[in-house]
């Protein structure tokens, strides 16, 4: 098995680069973070960063795409199949919401300019929020026998679109978001439950 070195390394500079671009965006947020500044910061010049990430808009996509695998991982982690479908649900909007309240700064721009931002993010027939949509239709279709497997991957995203309300409300008048997990999971249980 041939190991490419230079593809290995590209890789792993692009990774670095990603690294301190996030720590960028969460600390000033999109409008203010500079491409020459996290050039400076890494070491490379401006010309390397935009030949990986083509823009800084790519470079601020391949954050975000980093954040839901990251965020795809941690959910996996905290949930088992023991749990039951509410609990996972439960610890899905809350792992949610403290992402967001967590990332505010970086996520500003994306949810203020485009409320429906995360649910754009097609590429090329691939939803990079899939993973979680199948995680939530699994817990619909065990909460309600009923639901069929394309009625519970409406409902995902009806969910998603559910949680996204508080998320927004939240970056409009700043609430304790995190207060508010036991509520959404309830009422969207109770949605459930009662879809024929």
């Known amino acids: 098995m041939s190991i490419n070195i ?9 990774d670095l680069i990603l690294n301190e671009a996030s720590t960028l965006f969460e600390e000033v947020g999109y409008e203010h973070m500079k491409v020459a500044d996290l050039a400076k910061i890494v070491s490379v010049s401006i010309g390397t960063i935009y030949g990986m990430f083509d823009s800084k808009e790519g470079l601020y ?3 975000i795409e980093h954040q839901i695998n990251t965020f795809t991982t941690e959910l996996k982690k905290r ?3 023991q749990d039951s479908a509410e609990k996972r ?3 899905f909007i809350e792992l949610k919401f403290s992402y967001y309240t967590q990332k505010y700064i970086a996520l500003d721009h994306s949810v203020n300019n485009n409320p429906f931002f995360f649910n754009t993010l097609y590429k090329d027939n691939f939803h990079p929020l899939q993973g979680i949509f199948l995680f939530q239709a699994e817990c619909f279709k065990e909460i309600n026998r009923d639901i069929s497997d394309e009625d519970a991957m409406q409902l995902a995203y009806l969910f998603n679109s559910f949680s996204d ?6 970056f409009e008048i700043r609430y304790d978001l995190m207060s508010k997990v ?3 999971s309830r009422l969207f249980s109770v949605m459930v439950k009662a879809y024929k």
């Open 79 to 81: 949930t088992t199949p």
């Open 182 to 184: 036991d509520e959404a």
């Open 6 to 14: 230079k593809e290995k390394m590209q890789d792993l500079k692009k």
């Open 61 to 63: 996509m391949a954050y």
């Open 165 to 170: 309300g508080y998320v927004s409300r939240w």
């Open 89 to 91: 649900l439960k610890l």
